[in-house]
């Protein structure tokens, strides 16, 4: 089976910090992406990325960048946490079909 | 990518057929059908996907009307683990592409 892990599940932080989410996939697959699921607005990609070292701006990529060093690991990094990046991140992984497994999410709460 | 129109919620009695539908009269002709749920606290499922053929796996079968304008995700026996928000979502297959949920069905199972 295909497993995505994220690092946390529950996540904490103040505004002003600097905030690594984690994720990793493994079975290979070329393409990751990072979700926000937040009540009332559905699922919102942040960035992708279809091999290491690339990168591709989502649709909200505002006050996040990401780094793939590694084919099985994509990080999300808030720069500068803010109230309003409290969400649900999601991180998911896929072959080049449109099958994305996700991980468990992790819900951050930025205070 | 072509919109989906999909129930607000249904419910399903144990052990019975839960049929679930999804208009996409937008659809167009190198798009496909694809179905992911939702667990409360979970990350999305890849559930199914099709063209314009039935599809049938281990978790569910796909019907789609020969127009393509709408199809129905069916559970063949439905248990309380499949009390969950389904997607329908219809996208362009072939490269890394970014997944949009709606609203989604909210299913809920009972005894």
């Known amino acids: 089976d295909v497993k995505v892990t994220q690092s946390s599940r529950y996540l904490v932080k103040r505004t002003g910090e600097k905030v690594f989410l984690e994720c990793v996939q493994d079975?290979?697959?070329?393409?990751m992406f990072w979700y926000r699921q937040d009540p009332g607005l559905g699922l919102r990609l942040i960035y992708f990325?279809?091999?290491?070292?690339?990168?591709e701006k989502g649709d909200i990529p505002e006050g996040y960048s990401v780094s793939r060093e590694k084919k099985e690991r994509f990080s999300l990094i808030l720069e500068s946490a803010s109230t309003n990046q409290t969400s649900m991140y999601l991180c998911?992984?896929?072959?080049?079909?449109?099958?994305?497994?996700f991980g468990p999410g992790t819900r951050l709460t930025v205070t | 990518d072509a919109k989906t129109t999909q129930p607000t919620s249904m419910d399903c009695a144990e052990g019975r057929a839960a049929n679930l539908p999804c208009n996409h009269s937008?659809?167009?002709?190198?798009?496909?059908v694809y179905w992911y749920r939702q667990i409360h606290s979970q990350g999305p499922q890849y559930i199914i996907h099709?063209?314009?053929n039935n599809e049938t796996n281990e978790m569910a079968s796909l019907i789609i009307t020969e127009d393509r304008k709408s199809s129905t995700l069916i559970l063949p026996h439905a248990t309380l683990r499949d009390t969950a928000v389904y997607y329908c979502?219809?996208?362009?297959?072939?490269?890394?592409?970014?997944?949009?949920f709606g609203t989604g069905t909210r299913l809920q199972v009972t005894l």
């Open positions: 990325s279809y091999d290491v070292k690339m990168k």
């Open positions: 937008t659809i167009s002709g190198n798009e496909y």
């Open positions: 979502i219809v996208i362009s297959t072939g490269t890394a592409s970014k997944l949009t």
């Open positions: 079975m290979d697959h070329e393409n």
């Open positions: 099709g063209l314009k």
């Open positions: 998911a992984s896929s072959l080049t079909s449109d099958e994305q497994y």
